[in-house]
């Protein structure tokens, strides 16, 4: 029963986050745009009161008019409209998440047995649980002291966006080392997600009400507020695309069960930057093909990188043709069937994962391909919960048709 409620309760936490998600994302995404897309204003008397952009568009049957102040207007109407909650209620709803799914069974999702550090390998349940959350506290204060040391007033911004680069790879190699693949592709897109909100929270909305207050009071807004919350925006910007990548990485175990899975996160991360960037170049009319064909190249590299690698990993020393339906059927029962069964025994499962029965010859025999994938990849069973033995994996990587 209980399974079953976090089942349910994961499903409509999903919802919401993607929702949210979406909403925020794509709010951002216009603001990028607009800004990028502002043309000076043709009218005089906008001049005048200080207008410096504008964009006209038309969107659902009405036509609107945009307009952007180079500093401040005169005065403020009462309700401007502040974007903040669809940043906090993803964020939110994301780590709501990550506990209910990670946080519950984290000897299943977060402990990395495989890994080449020993004491991490060894963890407990509870301590995996503690480092995540240090992961993600760790991975903002580190970003943020690299936003304050490197460029405080905003004028090497160019060498910050390096720096920022740079912890991201180191990110995706710790993630690798400590956690368990899966959890070390998500962790990293929370790592980044995490600035995303943190930045709002910490930066860019208390900058905007400073600004606001300086207004009210009829002085001069610092313009360091304006500046800091624009840096902080426009890493933003670049975070988005890595991090809904990381975000639905979680079936695609060829990514992250490989031994490079962090050479090939971080090929992900800098592809899905480089596209955005044509994106924000493209808003004001400049078309530069190189950086989505950048892209796509260090996707290719990861394509090429993750691909199987062809044979058995360990020969087996028969002459025969491969073991029969039989003999396979009766590991995936040792090994597989506690939880990918109608009725999984295995404690903590309500139903069985990804919706993957194994539970007939059948049905083993459909799934061939599939099960020689995981299992090759050392990602299934999870966590070796099973105990699965290397001879076993060499049996089903030589088992065919
Ligand atoms: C301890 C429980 C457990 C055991 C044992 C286990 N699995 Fe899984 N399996 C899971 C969970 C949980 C998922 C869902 C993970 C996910 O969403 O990617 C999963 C997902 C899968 C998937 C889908 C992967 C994807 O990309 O969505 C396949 C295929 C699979 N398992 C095969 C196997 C095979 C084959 C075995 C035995 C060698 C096995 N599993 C043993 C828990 C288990």
Redo the contacts with the bound molecule.
Sequence with gaps: MQAYILDFANFMLRWLHVIAAIAWIGESIYFVMLDNSLKPPKDESCRKKGVFGEMWAVHGGGFYHNQKYATSPEALPDDLHWSFWKSYTTWLSGFALFVILYMVNPG?YLVNPDSDWAWAAGMTGWQANVLALLFLLGGWVVYNELCKRISPDMQRDGLLSLGVAVLMVVVAYLSTQMFAG?AAFLLTGAVMATAMSANVFFWIIPGQRRMVAAMKAGETPNPLDGKRGKQRSVHNTYFTLPVVLLMIS????FAYSHEYAWVIMSLFIFAGALIRQFFVLMHSGKIQPAYPAAGVLLLAVALWIAAPASGPAVARDTADAGPSLEEVHAI?EN??V???SREPS?PG?GSA??G?TYDTEDQVHRQME??KQ??GSGY????N??G?TDEERATIAAWSD
């Design positions: 299943f899966r979680n079936h695609y175990s995936v090994r597989c506690a939880c990918h295995q499962f994962p990804a993957i599939q099960i995981v299992v299934m069973p999870l966590g919960m099973t699965m």
